[in-house]
């Protein structure tokens, strides 16, 4: 990193690409933000942090939003917002996000099929020696709605 003249340092590329993923984070987990306040949290000069966040918010990732003060002698608050104000439990990485998708679906259709084969098992007739309430019980909560009643 050149650090001879702050307005014309460069970061390289992969100081580039670890400043972005921290900025996104920082505003999916903290919500809408400062540019002082993001380049605290991504522990990165102000410089550096806006030259990022001036090629993010031409994506739909990041928006702007300026907010009035409540008197006139101070500036308005600019504030950096990641997807219109979404906050996150945790932060998604975007380069492994198509991927993540996948592996989750891949991980719904194999619960899906594995309700299949339990509700065929439940459906068996019971017998003297299988314990019927239990199926019962279990049947009626695979069917039900969350926040229903269970009559077991």
Known sequence: MDW???MTARLSWDETSALTEKIVAAL?????????????ACGSGEIYVSRVLDILVT????????????????????????CEGKVLPYPVKLKTLRSDINEEMKAISKTYESLGELRKLLLIPPSPASDAELKKCILYSM???PGQEEPC
Do not use: F, I, R, W
């Open 4 to 6: 001879s003249c702050p």
């Open 28 to 40: 999916q987990t903290g919500g809408s933000q400062t540019l002082p306040e993001l380049a605290v």
């Open 59 to 82: 994506t739909p990732l990041v928006s702007v939003k300026v907010v009035p003060s409540k008197d006139d002698s101070a500036d308005n608050k600019v504030l950096y917002t990641y």
């Open 143 to 145: 069917e039900s709605m």
